[in-house]
């Protein structure tokens, strides 16, 4: 992933995506009338399957059920284009609900969701809104074109035509020995003009990063936007005065999706966020009444100085509408059950996201990595913790075997789980949580088998050790932790399920195999998926859920750094 272009940010997972939510204009919408539905009860289909001999080793028996043939079974389905890309809200979305659900079904797993039409689905109402038409920006005399000299993510936008007085924040950073914002006081209800990028060094390497590299700043916008929202800001306008970027072309690469349309909880939806334009940089000397040369000017101006200076710009005033419409629509996580024994009363919870993101231009996003293979990870999982309590092996804690929705549009279906749990989130005793487990990024290529693993030293050591035991132990991959640098300009830690348990203070291990060219692409099909890796990727998981469902005591957590 090229993770200094604008179009990666706008297209990373979490909040970006939120924020650029899709349309399939060609996809016909059908809503179906859910039929009422009891609790399934069914015996476990492999009850009678003969017992594993006593002196077996117990989990490696188990997870050799776990295999290529059955991972492929599941995702030749689940990723197929029947299927539409599986978009939150949208027709596919409800047909992978309704196979997880059958599934979880057939292996007696139970379903429990109290008071559901049907107890493995966990309904819940969001708000689907879209840019409407009619967006304008006027700056005195001047007119410019929605899509072609600016565009806008997030928020709620301005239904009327409302005059805005920028106040221009630098590069919108703050952080120890950086502020932007210390000379600019209270910017509560103000409208910000921000640069993208961030301040270089004398040698042209970033100045906040770490060796060179570019920092958070630099990579992201959205930690510039989290950033004045802290600070109570209603609009931010960025603007990239880099000679070497396209905002026509990069504004018509985005089309499709700023088109699309952003979902958010039908509270959220009702709080003011601020809204993200995006202007060309034609538009934004016009805003800062100024010219290429005094912008130069500056930016050299701070790199000497290595830290915010006094600027020379006079922000304009402007006329901005941007007006959106929105439309209720439920979607659903889908969760099957497991009883544990002795220790029935404490619960692990195994997560993926099953949602991806839709048709988009024509194109049908499988998302067959991201992340049907986590999906059917969960779905295999399952299949062995059920053989081995058929087989009286079953685990001394409960399982919980969650997949959620709403993760492409901001981590949405594990937020609603986590602030509506259906079991104690202080009964919880870890997270496991799988999001694209069936691919090689381009660091690993012709190496040893590998899988990333984020957050496992987080909040509990004894969570970090385990994984690497049982790894030692079976699968012997290689296990890569660099994401767990605070430093991580990707920020991986926060973009997966796994956060909303993180958050609140539940141990977690996010297994991950990096990103590579068909991350949130038409190419991500179950042909490019190595199922091979896939398989030892989706063992580590299971072994190291027997060990934390099957030890004497639940893991401490003695760390905090969620």
Same mark, same amino acid.
């Given at each position: !992933?090229?993770?200094?272009?604008?179009?990666?940010?706008?297209?990373?997972?979490?909040?970006?995506?939120?924020?650029?939510?899709?349309?399939?204009?060609?996809?016909?919408?059908?809503?179906?009338?859910?039929?009422?539905?009891?609790?399934?009860?069914?015996?476990?289909?492999?009850?009678?399957?003969?017992?594993?001999?006593?002196?077996?080793?117990?989990?490696?028996?188990?997870?050799?059920?776990?295999?290529?043939?059955?991972?492929?079974?599941?995702?030749?389905?689940?990723?197929?284009?029947?299927?539409?890309?599986?978009?939150?809200?949208?027709?596919?979305?409800? !047909?992978?609900?309704?196979?997880?659900?059958?599934?979880?079904?057939?292996?007696?797993?139970?379903?429990?969701?109290?008071?559901?039409?049907?107890?493995?689905?966990? #309904?819940?109402?969001?708000?689907?809104?879209?840019?409407?038409?009619?967006?304008?920006?006027?700056?005195?005399?001047?007119?410019?074109?929605?899509?072609?000299?600016?565009?806008?993510?997030?928020?709620?936008?301005?239904?009327?035509?409302?005059?805005?007085?920028?106040?221009?924040?630098?590069?919108?950073? +703050?952080?120890?020995?950086?502020?932007?914002?210390?000379?600019?006081?209270?910017?509560?209800?103000?409208?910000?003009?921000?640069?993208?990028?961030?301040?270089?060094?004398?040698?042209?390497?970033?100045?906040?990063?770490?060796?060179?590299?570019? =920092?958070?700043?630099?990579?992201?916008?959205?930690?510039?936007?989290?950033?004045?929202?802290?600070?109570?800001?209603?609009?931010?306008?960025?603007?990239?005065?880099?000679? %070497?970027?396209?905002?026509?072309?990069?504004?018509?690469? !985005? @089309?499709?999706?700023?088109?699309?349309?952003?979902?958010?909880?039908?509270?959220?939806?009702?709080?003011?966020?601020?809204?993200?334009?995006?202007?060309?940089?034609?538009?934004?000397?016009?805003?800062?009444?100024?010219?290429?040369?005094?912008?130069?000017?500056?930016?050299?101006?701070?790199?000497?100085?290595?830290?915010?200076?006094? =600027?020379?710009?006079?922000? @304009?005033?402007?006329?901005?509408?941007?007006?959106?419409?929105?439309?209720?629509?439920?979607? +659903?996580?889908?969760?099957?059950?497991?009883?544990?024994?002795?220790?029935?009363?404490?619960?692990?919870?195994?997560?993926? #996201?099953?949602? $991806?993101?839709?048709?988009?231009?024509?194109?049908?996003?499988?998302?067959?990595?991201?992340?049907?293979?986590?999906?059917?990870?969960?779905?295999? !999982?399952?299949?062995?913790?059920?053989?081995?309590?058929?087989?009286?092996?079953?685990?001394?804690?409960?399982?919980?075997?969650?997949?959620?929705?709403?993760?492409?549009?901001?981590?949405?279906?594990?937020?609603?789980?986590?602030?509506?749990?259906?079991?104690?989130?202080?009964?919880?005793?870890?997270?496991? %949580?799988?999001?694209?487990?069936?691919?090689?990024?381009?660091? $690993? +290529?012709?190496?040893?088998?590998?899988?990333?693993?984020?957050?496992?030293?987080?909040?509990?050591?004894?969570? $970090?050790?385990?994984?690497?035991?049982?790894?030692?132990?079976?699968?012997?991959?290689?296990?890569?932790?660099?994401?767990?640098?605070?430093?991580?300009?990707?920020?991986?830690?926060?973009?997966?399920?796994?956060?909303?348990?993180?958050?609140?203070?539940?141990?977690?291990?996010?297994?991950?195999?990096?990103?590579?060219?068909?991350?949130?692409?038409?190419?991500? +099909?179950?042909?490019?998926?190595?199922?091979?890796?896939?398989?030892?990727?989706?063992?580590?998981?299971?072994?190291?859920?027997?060990?934390?469902?099957?030890?004497?005591?639940?893991?401490?957590?003695?760390?905090?750094?969620?």
């Amino acid at each position: !992933m090229n993770t200094t272009s604008l179009l990666t940010w706008l297209l990373a997972a979490g909040v970006a995506t939120s924020a650029v939510a899709q349309q399939a204009p060609e996809k016909v919408k059908v809503k179906t009338k859910r039929k009422a539905k009891t609790e399934v009860t069914a015996t476990p289909v492999l009850e009678t399957a003969t017992p594993a001999p006593a002196t077996a080793d117990l989990p490696l028996s188990y997870a050799e059920t776990i295999t290529q043939a059955d991972l492929r079974q599941h995702l030749s389905i689940l990723a197929s284009d029947a299927y539409e890309g599986r978009e939150t809200g949208e027709k596919g979305q409800k !047909m992978a609900a309704e196979y997880i659900a059958k599934q979880f079904a057939e292996l007696g797993l139970q379903g429990p969701v109290q008071g559901s039409d049907n107890p493995y689905l966990q #309904h819940f109402t969001m708000v689907r809104s879209t840019w409407a038409d009619g967006a304008t920006l006027k700056i005195g005399k001047d007119s410019y074109k929605w899509l072609t000299d600016f565009y806008a993510l997030g928020g709620n936008g301005f239904a009327q035509e409302t005059s805005v007085q920028p106040v221009f924040a630098g590069y919108g950073i +703050e952080q120890d020995g950086y502020s932007d914002y210390a000379a600019l006081g209270d910017v509560k209800g103000k409208d910000l003009l921000i640069l993208l990028g961030e301040p270089q060094n004398d040698k042209g390497a970033a100045l906040l990063g770490k060796d060179g590299q570019n =920092s958070k700043w630099g990579q992201d916008f959205r930690a510039k936007l989290t950033l004045a929202a802290q600070k109570g800001a209603r609009s931010v306008f960025f603007v990239d005065f880099n000679p %070497n970027s396209n905002f026509e072309k990069l504004a018509a690469r !985005m @089309t499709p999706y700023i088109s699309r349309p952003s979902i958010a909880f039908k509270e959220a939806s009702q709080t003011t966020r601020p809204t993200a334009y995006f202007v060309s940089p034609a538009v934004g000397y016009k805003l800062l009444g100024t010219t290429a040369p005094a912008v130069t000017k500056y930016a050299a101006a701070v790199s000497k100085a290595a830290k915010p200076t006094v =600027s020379p710009f006079k922000p @304009t005033k402007v006329l901005v509408k941007a007006p959106k419409k929105t439309e209720d629509f439920t979607t +659903e996580n889908v969760l099957g059950y497991l009883e544990g024994t002795d220790l029935k009363d404490e619960v692990m919870v195994l997560s993926a #996201h099953y949602d $991806h993101i839709g048709v988009i231009g024509g194109e049908v996003h499988n998302g067959a990595d991201d992340d049907g293979s986590g999906t059917v990870t969960v779905l295999e !999982m399952a299949q062995a913790f059920v053989k081995a309590k058929a087989e009286g092996h079953g685990p001394r804690r409960s399982i919980l075997f969650l997949t959620v929705t709403g993760e492409e549009k901001g981590l949405l279906g594990s937020e609603y789980y986590t602030d509506h749990p259906i079991f104690p989130l202080e009964k919880t005793m870890v997270d496991l %949580n799988t999001d694209m487990v069936g691919r090689t990024d381009k660091d $690993h +290529e012709g190496k040893d088998d590998y899988v990333y693993v984020i957050g496992s030293d987080k909040l509990s050591s004894e969570l $970090h050790t385990i994984l690497q035991a049982q790894n030692q132990k079976y699968t012997k991959m290689d296990l890569d932790f660099r994401f767990n640098d605070p430093e991580d300009p990707n920020r991986f830690y926060y973009r997966s399920d796994h956060y909303n348990f993180a958050k609140h203070g539940i141990p977690v291990a996010f297994f991950f195999n990096g990103v590579h060219d068909d991350y949130h692409g038409p190419g991500d +099909e179950v042909e490019k998926i190595e199922f091979p890796k896939m398989e030892k990727r989706a063992r580590l998981v299971f072994y190291t859920a027997w060990d934390l469902a099957n030890r004497d005591k639940r893991i401490v957590v003695d760390s905090n750094k969620k």
